[in-house]
Structure formats: C-alpha cells, structure tokens
C-alpha cells in the first residue's frame, strides 16, 4: 500500500496524498490539483494545536498510522480488560489452536442452539415474503414497534397488567439497558447486583456514572454493590443498602440462576418506593419460571408502576439471539423528580436513536405470540432445562453445591477458595469443556462458575461425562 505525503495547508489542516487521492483535514476525495486543495482547506481551514503535530506517524508494512487531535472517551479508559465474553472466546481459541485436534463443548455464553422451530419460522418466512409483494411492501415502521405486537405483547405475555402503548418493540434487552443508561445521562446514582451481568456496570462506566476501578475490592467507586450469595439467598440485604436512584435488577437473575419470590419483590418495590429510586428490571429469562411463588414480571409487585421498568426478550426462549426481538415496558405512571413521564423521554430517546426493529422480525415475533408459537415455546424451554437437570446432577453427584437450574437456564457451582478463572482453565485443559468464571460478573462470584444450558443435549451429556472423569474426588 503507498505511504502519505503531506504538508500544512493554509489554516493548520493537515494534507496530505493518500492512494492517489488528497486527503484535506480528514476528508478524502479526488479533488484535483494541489492548489484546488489549498484553497478549499484556507476556506474550510479548522486549525489543530501545533499545526501538524497530530499527524505523529509510524510506518509499518508501507502503512502510515495516523493520529488525530480528537480526545479518547475518558470513561472507555476507566473499563478493566476486554467485554467478558469476547475475553472468553479470546482464551478458547487460544485453547484450539493448541489443541487442534480437541473436540471442545461449549457451556459458556448463552447462545440457544436449537433451530427457530416452525411455526415461528413460517412467520419468519412470511415477513420477508411480504417485502417482494406491493401489498405487503412496508419501509420504515414505528419506533415503538407495530402496534399489532404491542398488543399481543400485552395481553398474551402481560395479561393486561401492561399497555400496549407502554410497549416499546426493540433489538433486544442489551441494547435497550444502553439506551436507558443513554436516557439517564451521567449524572445518577446505580446500584447493581454482585455478581451480575456485566453490561449493567459496563454501561454505568461508559455512561460517566462511576469513578474509576477500585483494584483493591475489584469494583468500581461510586456503584453500590448489592451482594448477592448463598448466604443471604441471592437478594440483598436492603435495610443495609444506600439510596441510589438507579437499581438494576434481574431475576431470574445471570449469572447465579437464582430466582426472586413474591415477598422478596415486594420488599425491592417498597424500597424503591420509598427512595424515589426507578428499578430497571431485567426479565429476560422469565419464561423460564416454574415456581408459582416466583412472578414472571414485576409489575405483578403492587406499586412497581411507579417505580420500574421492564426490559425482555424472545432471545432465549425463541431462538431469537441472532434474530434480535426484545421489548421494554415504561408505565404511563412512571415519573422523573420534575414530574416529566419516564415514557416521553425514552420515546424520544427510541425515535432519536433508533429506526424500529425489522418488520420481518416483528412478523416473526408475532408467531411466537400465536397458541402454536407459545406450545413451540414451552418445547424450547423444557429441552433446554433438561440439559439444566444433567448440569446440576452432575456436580450434585460430585459432591459441590450447586445453585439454578431449576427455574432459570443458568447453573452456578461453588468451588470454595479457589479463583474461578483457574478452574475455567483447568476445566478447558482437561476436558475442553468451557464454562464461565463467575469473576466475570463481579467479585462476589470469585469462587463460582457459570455454566449454560443452550448446548445441544448430545453435546451436553458428553460434556457432563467428561466433567465427571476428570474432576471424581
């Protein structure tokens, strides 16, 4: 590849040639003579401090690597290592290719396996066969969501408790948690589980909500931690907790499978209540509930209208990770301390940030709202807790204690004094089995691992063979 000449035009832009084409203050194009260029940067001229010191460069492989006078997001520097789980494919590749020949299994992130059953597929199908028709032709849909799917989000998965209004269709609860951190703004207070999904902490330090990383407790100032372990049943210790204005909370939570009953989110809704705090709550795994003590949403919680918002999914139990369909519900009643509705700011957060989910996907999520769609559903779910059942045998038999798997997807197992990256290592080493080390989540799952029940049932059993060799006492 050519290397770049270049000098200082008038005004202090930098200019250079680039692969034939001149390059004037970062904007290329075949503009003609050097002079053309001169006298487009003296009249677009956007002075940099020390004329061309931003164009400190390092050549390598007939590459010149350019450097721009624009500052890094502070908060970027402040996050530790990389997103946990490309960190983890990072280690199994790693793994592969010193170990060609390894047979690996995956029980680590939680990515469904089993094909779109058909049902849900024909609906699929029938969205992008709607695109090739002029009746069934549509662009740009509505932000929110078409208002068929509201509605059956709302009767068929709510039972009326929710609007359909209140509905807010998306490409998932990930990226709705970062456009609710995006409607917050810096200037809030969160509180978290410990250990948790890290998307919760990585978007509060992204955001500007946090200080920097404590090294010493391995969390980060000015996140209130709510520690969440055996001992205390997976809820915290509210009575002990500080106001924050933000509570993140899932349940049935990731990574620990743990569940919330009745009483204990009655107690999270009074408490927020009573602080003026707003609860984000994460119901992805809803569907996963057996428990009839367990409710599927919090807005089952008397008072959790005014102080929650719900964000979910069709990832899990659809098989809809690659497909993108979630939804967050914002109560009409649900207010900021100025008495603005929550819903007329993420509503314009939605329009502003976001062009609506695909209208074949919202075809497609139709279907699973359909009776077919839902027994196709409940089929998923009991394949996919079947492998729960195996996980949770397994380790039961070899003797650790074992917590989920019961009404959630999620298996966490207890490795007492040990750091679970070793035991993810010495997993991966003598079984090419890969996990999750609960560290990942935050410092309260040090000593645990995670260990996910969307593999396929074949891979599953092997898996727990390999597992019970190599780790008998």
Not at 46 to 73: D, E, F, L, Q, Y
Not at 401 to 414: I, L, Q, R
Request: hydrophobic letters at 40%.
């Amino acid at each position: 590849m050519a290397g770049m000449m270049g000098f200082a035009a008038p005004g202090g832009v930098a200019v250079g040639k680039l692969r034939g084409e001149w390059v004037c203050g970062g904007s290329r194009g075949n503009v003609g003579s050097i002079s053309t260029v001169n006298a487009r940067c003296q009249t677009a001229a956007r002075p940099i401090t020390g004329p061309i010191s931003h164009r400190r460069a390092s050549r390598g492989a007939g590459v010149v690597n350019m450097v721009t006078g624009v500052k890094r997001n502070a908060n970027m520097g402040k996050l530790q290592a990389g997103y946990l789980f490309p960190e983890i494919a990072k280690r199994r590749n790693a793994f592969q290719a010193a170990n060609p020949d390894a047979k690996i299994i995956s029980l680590g992130i939680g990515d469904t396996t089993q094909p779109v059953p058909p049902h849900i597929a024909a609906g699929l199908k029938r969205g992008a066969e709607m695109l090739a028709t002029d009746s069934g032709y549509s662009g740009y849909g509505p932000s929110e969501g078409v208002m068929p799917l509201r509605e059956k989000i709302a009767s068929k998965l709510y039972e009326g408790i929710v609007k359909p209004e209140e509905v807010y269709v998306s490409d998932g609860a990930k990226c709705d948690i970062a456009r609710l951190q995006f409607m917050f703004g810096y200037d809030v207070t969160v509180a978290v589980q410990d250990p948790s999904y890290p998307v919760y902490v990585d978007t509060s330090v992204i955001q500007g909500q946090t200080g920097t990383y404590n090294g010493s407790n391995s969390q980060f100032d000015g996140i209130v931690y709510m520690q969440c372990l055996p001992e205390n049943d997976f809820f915290p210790d509210l009575s002990k907790l500080q106001r924050t204005d933000v509570i993140f909370f899932c349940a049935p939570n990731n990574p620990t499978g743990a569940v919330a009953t009745r009483s204990q989110l009655k107690e999270l809704v009074d408490f927020a209540l009573k602080n003026g705090s707003i609860i984000i709550y994460d119901a992805a795994y809803a569907p996963f509930v057996k428990n009839s003590d367990v409710p599927r949403s919090i807005f089952e919680i008397p008072g959790a209208r005014e102080c929650a918002i719900e964000c979910n999914s069709f990832s899990k139990y659809a098989g809809f990770t690659g497909v993108r369909l979630g939804w967050t519900v914002v109560p009409g009643e649900l207010k900021f301390a100025d008495g603005t509705p929550v819903a007329k700011d993420y509503g314009r957060i939605m329009n502003t940030c976001f062009n609506g989910a695909s209208n074949v996907v919202q075809e497609g999520g139709l279907a699973c709202l359909d009776d077919e769609g839902l027994k196709e559903i409940d089929a998923l779910i009991e394949y996919y807790m079947g492998n729960a059942a195996l996980l949770r045998e397994t380790f039961l038999d070899l003797g650790y204690k074992v917590y989920g798997g019961t009404d959630a997807p999620y298996v966490w197992v207890h490795f007492p004094g040990r750091d679970s990256w070793d035991v993810f290592n010495e997993i991966m080493e003598k079984t090419a089995v890969v996990t999750i080390p609960g560290a990942g989540f935050g410092p309260s799952g040090t000593e645990f691992l995670r260990l996910s029940a969307f593999a396929p049932r074949d891979a599953c059993v092997e898996a727990t063979e390999r597992i019970r060799k190599a780790l008998a006492k």
